[in-house]
């Protein structure tokens, strides 16, 4: 009897989406959670261990369903010319703040490590980011009776991930915040609005579809749910200022100060495509960027650290979706009720 979670049946078909870099907490997936939708939290950047206890604490704080996120490893784009040179055009921000950079290598976020993870603990969905897992992968946690999710940006994408078969996909726009989804480093993402996505996704894929990007209110929710043939909507920026999200204070104040106002996507930080508040940093480097990620997550690192700890925003990867000045500063409950169709 397959007794995998339905994503079909959430009481509230809303997602919180995973956050991964601190926004997603165990406490913010499982008030999501508790309120009716469903919670998540990012394995991304973290180890092995540390998502395990952050499995069993979300465990202590909810009895519902709750999700995992893992990001899927694909070859480097790095050149190490590239990474040299984008080293030394740091240089005098790492001065400023009085760090020093690393030698940035690559590494797969402990996939092996992390797959163990959530096939030992079984949270009740586990989704995918940056690429498709193989089949084998899909049907081991499914067998585990974990429900699947994968996220797509293209048609494309999702034909390549359905083949994997997955449970559902999570089709993300290009007013997401946070890194684009996309199967290829590289690729420039694509502008397509949400809505024609979903549209083109629905002609070939019979799974499941979940909508994100860009959702920031009830009338978004509604008119996606209503509209455009999806189970389920899923919003990330939406709780970035939840009381119980893990969000740098320099990062949670920057979204209501009137400094910052637009949003713009930049490899600057990561050495991957990301929607974030434009700042300073993102001014100064994102023309001479280079790709290779986690390689350029790893050199700006200390940078982002030393900018989170001393408050200054101008330094930081303000990740954010294009509605992020209607982020509400609340517990994750009212959230919930406030983008509630």
Known sequence: MDNRFDITKLQVPLIQAPMAGGPSTPALAAAVSNSGGLGFLAAGYITADRLAEDIEKTRTLTASPFGVNLFVPSPSAAKPED???????????????GVELPEPRYDDDSWDEKLSVVRQFRPAVVTFTFGAPDHADVSTLQE????????????????????????????????????????????????????????????????????????????????????????????????????????????????????????????????????????????????HAPFGYPEVNMLTGPIRAAAAKAGDPDYLNLWAGTGFRSALHAPAAQIVASLAP
């Open 144 to 287: 585990a009776g974990i429900a699947v999710g994968i996220t797509v940006t293209t048609p494309p994408e999702a034909n390549a991930a359905e083949a994997s078969g997955p449970d559902f996909l999570i089709v993300q726009g290009p007013e997401a915040g946070g890194h684009r989804g996309t199967f290829n480093p590289t690729a420039l993402p694509s502008a397509q609005p949400l809505s024609t996505l979903i549209s083109e996704i629905r002609e070939t894929t019979r799974v499941p579809l979940i909508a994100a990007g860009g959702v920031a209110t009830r009338a978004d929710v509604s008119r996606l749910l209503r509209g455009h043939g999806v189970v389920a909507v899923q919003a990330g920026t939406a709780f970035l200022r939840a009381e119980e999200a893990g969000t740098k204070p320099a990062h949670a104040a920057a979204m209501t100060d009137e400094r910052f106002q637009v949003t713009v996507v930049t490899r600057a930080f990561s050495g991957r495509y990301a929607r974030g508040i434009e700042n300073e940093f993102i001014r100064t480097h994102d023309p």
């Open 83 to 97: 990474i040299a040179a984008y080293r030394e055009a740091l240089a005098a921000d790492a001065q400023r703040f």
